[in-house]
Structure formats: C-alpha cells, structure tokens
Nanobody
Framework: QVQLVESGGGLVQAGGSLRLSCAAS????????MGWFRQAPGKEREIVAAINLDRDTTYYADSVKGRGTISRDNAKNTVYLQINNLKPEDTAVYYCAARRQLRSGVYYLAREYDHWGQGTQVTVSS
C-alpha cells in the first residue's frame, strides 16, 4: 500500500526552526519527484518546496526562499523540509506529496501529484 507519513510538526516560537520528515512506503521512492505543500485555514493549498528524484533540482516558494531547505534520502525513502526563522504566517498543515518523475525538473502544482500524506500541523506563535 502506497503511504506517505509526515512528522516533525508542532508549536514553535517565531524565529525558531522545524525539520519536517516524510517517510514513504509501499513503492519505489527513488523514481519519484517529491513536494511539500501547506494549507492554512481558509486558504488554498500552496507549494512550499519541491525536489526531483536526482536531488539536483529544487524549487522554493518565495515565502520560504532563503529560509527553507528540501532534501531527500533515497536510501531511507524519506524527504525532509527544514524551515528556519519561522514566522506566524508559516502556520499551516504541511503535506508531502509524490509522483513519478516523467520529465526533468520539479513539479509545482498540487494536481500534478498522485500520492499525499495526511499532513502535520505547524503552528508558529508570535
């Protein structure tokens, strides 16, 4: 069974850091592009960061550029998202997503991803 499980969310003060993890199981993770999305209450799901299967291409939304780092350990079937200098506006449910890598580069749109985790809540207090 294809499954993505996020962890690492929680309550953190502004200026702090979090490292989210997403463990994949049930398929060959190494052939997939991965992405992190987030959704705040009343807002649409938006991309935060994305990475291709070879780890040589990444993308960051402007909102986290310079503060976020996406990485993956293919041997562990795990993708990570580190965000530093957290801001209250980073508060959201964070989701990881996967899809088969069929072209070069990364995938930016939620509708392009086939598999999703259940999400992990990140709350940043001011």
């Amino acid at each position: 069974q294809v499954q993505l499980v996020e962890s690492g969310g929680g309550l953190v003060q502004a200026g702090g850091s979090l490292r989210l993890s997403c463990a994949a199981s049930g398929w060959t993770f190494t052939r997939d592009a991965m992405g992190w999305f987030r959704q705040a209450p009343g807002k649409e799901r938006e991309i935060v960061a994305a990475i291709n299967l070879d780890r040589d291409t990444t993308y960051y939304a402007d909102s986290v550029k310079g503060r976020g780092t996406i990485s993956r350990d293919n041997a562990k079937n795990t993708v990570y998202l580190q965000i530093n200098n957290l801001k209250p506006e980073d508060t959201a449910v964070y989701y990881c997503a996967a899809r088969r890598q069929l072209r070069s580069g990364v995938y930016y749109l939620a509708r392009e991803y086939d598999h999703w985790g259940q999400g992990t809540q990140v709350t940043v207090s001011s």
